[in-house]
């Protein structure tokens, strides 16, 4: 480490100055902004990828699902990585093997390789965003904090805002592995400047135990239980012994994760943390609305694009606005969370998130594209006053030395539950839609009434009777699945009015205290 590297006062580091400081907060961006892209970038593309890979459209969302769960585990052991390796070292690798990794899902010829290749893509990203974060804040004065935050919240911002967008365009106009193979360049350059600007600004090191038995639970049992949610439909629930024992497997694990972390001098996560009040309250609340967000986020591309006709590109289309206010609120969200009462902030943003989705459960096959927009506009003031105000409620009053695992594992959950959120949207979404389609089959049998003039219309179209009843089939199922859409919108909704429950038993931090 050179000397310009030191601190004037002590053993800590200068912060950077002009081109070094430019560069090293691009590449650290640009590496953020790839990680949060795939957590997007898929959603608009599962039918394509699903098409071309010969399988569902659900079993296709387990390119969003894997990623998320491996993800999610691999984000408590980042401090254990960091404190063995060094944060640049750290860093730089996991930037490289997401490169890596997204090579190899785009050159998936199945589905199995391409779960395969998201899994290992999700363990590997775990330590990228908060290391990012520390990496930016150590690259800045100490009074200008909230600009490399605001700058690194922006990048977390725009990244599923320009998922969608460019997932669709890719997928459309190219072929869906690019939606992959674009994080290459991207993340080369990212890694190359990373390591050039940060390589002498190494943290230190030592050798700290790991808790092999908590971790090896803690997959086992996060893996079983996000794999009995995604096959589950497909092998017919519990009338399958594979999905009995996944479950069995996930109960077992969990329980005795329970018992283990609680025990154990070193656990790979604090379970203890959920004794405090705040923390398990905020963490339970952040991780039911991010589930049911994340969920309702991956359902709507999949309705517009399988049953309104939109193509990959016009579904990402669709989805843009929410960044708008989003990117205009959250630098407000960010400064008034110390003066302001954050539990009216998130109380507020539940409020926004129910009216969108009530508005959402309005939809039926007539709407048209600019009703499809306007809630997802909404949805983005909502989205600003969601995720800061949540994260200072449950991390208010952690000593600092439990920072780290506090907010580790208040991620790992609320990635857990966005996961599992999906898998259970798509899976109520198919279950709803089948029994909507039996029950308009059966008003609408032929010979009688609408069904009877719509088939002799499709046969004065020069339509073979199969051919009619092929066209009425797919009528039916679109209002089926529109219908049971608006069913998991509205429910959706009035659970979102019910997480405010959960908001007004935790304590204010003291007003004008910074957020964590």
């Not at 890719?170 to 690019?178: E, G, L």
Request: net charge neutral; aromatic share 8%; with cysteine.
């Amino acid at each position: 480490m050179g000397p310009q590297d030191k601190a004037a006062g002590g053993g800590g580091l200068q912060p950077l100055k002009g081109g070094q400081l430019v560069l090293g907060t691009l590449a650290l961006s640009l590496a953020t902004f790839m990680n949060v892209l795939d957590s997007s970038i898929a959603n608009v593309s599962i039918p394509a990828i699903a098409g071309d890979l010969g399988v569902s459209p659900a079993q296709g969302t387990w390119v969003i699902t894997s990623f998320g769960v491996a993800n999610a585990i691999s984000v408590p052991l980042t401090g254990w990585l960091t404190q063995r390796i060094g944060a640049v070292r750290l860093f730089t690798m996991s930037v490289l093997l997401f490169v890596l990794t997204s090579w190899l899902c785009g050159f998936a010829p199945t589905l199995e390789l391409l779960v395969a290749g998201r899994v290992l893509q999700g363990l590997v990203a775990g330590p990228m965003i908060p290391l990012s974060q520390t990496l930016l804040l150590s690259s800045y004065p100490r009074e200008k904090a909230g600009t490399a935050l605001a700058l690194w919240g922006m990048t977390t911002l725009v990244a599923p805002v320009a998922g969608p967008l460019l997932g669709g365009w890719i997928t459309d106009n190219i072929s869906w592995p690019w939606i992959f193979y674009i994080n290459v360049p991207v993340g080369l350059a990212a890694a190359f400047v990373t390591w050039a600007v940060y390589a002498r600004r190494e943290t230190a090191t030592r050798k700290l135990p790991i808790d092999r038995i908590g971790l090896a639970l803690l997959v086992l049992g996060v893996g079983s239980l996000q794999l009995m949610l995604d096959k589950g439909k497909e092998l017919d629930w519990f009338g399958s012994p594979q999905i009995v024992a996944l479950a069995i497997v996930a109960a077992v694990c969990l329980v005795v994760l329970v018992i283990w972390e609680l025990t154990d001098a070193h656990p790979v996560v604090d379970l203890r943390l959920f004794g405090r009040r705040n923390f398990a309250l905020g963490a339970l609340a952040l991780s039911i609305a991010y589930g049911l967000f994340f969920g309702n986020v991956v359902l709507l591309p999949l309705w517009l694009q399988q049953h309104m006709g939109y193509t990959a590109t016009a579904a990402g289309m669709a989805l843009a606005p929410v960044g708008v206010l989003a990117i205009l609120l959250t630098p407000v969200a960010g400064r008034k969370v110390a003066s302001w009462d954050p539990r009216w902030m998130a109380t507020c943003a539940f409020l926004g998130f129910a009216l969108v989705l009530w508005l959402r459960a309005q939809f039926t096959t007539q709407t048209d594209y600019w009703h499809i927009m306007l809630p997802t506009l909404m949805q983005g003031a909502a989205m600003a006053f969601f995720f800061i105000p949540l994260t200072t409620l449950t991390l208010a009053g952690i000593p600092p030395e439990r920072m780290a695992s506090a907010s580790g594992l208040s991620n790992f959950v609320r990635i857990t539950a966005g996961a599992m959120g999906t898998s259970i949207t798509t899976t109520v979404w198919e279950d709803r839609a089948a029994m909507h389609h039996a029950h308009l089959a059966e008003h609408l049998a032929i010979g009688n009434g609408p069904m009877a003039a719509a088939s002799a219309q499709l046969a004065q179209a020069g339509l073979s009777p199969d051919q009619v009843l092929l066209q009425l089939n797919r009528l039916v199922d679109q209002q089926a699945f529109t219908r049971a859409a608006d069913d998991i919108f509205l429910v959706s909704a009035f659970a979102f009015i019910g997480l405010i429950a959960l908001l007004w038993p935790l304590a204010r931090p003291k007003p004008g205290a910074a957020g964590p």
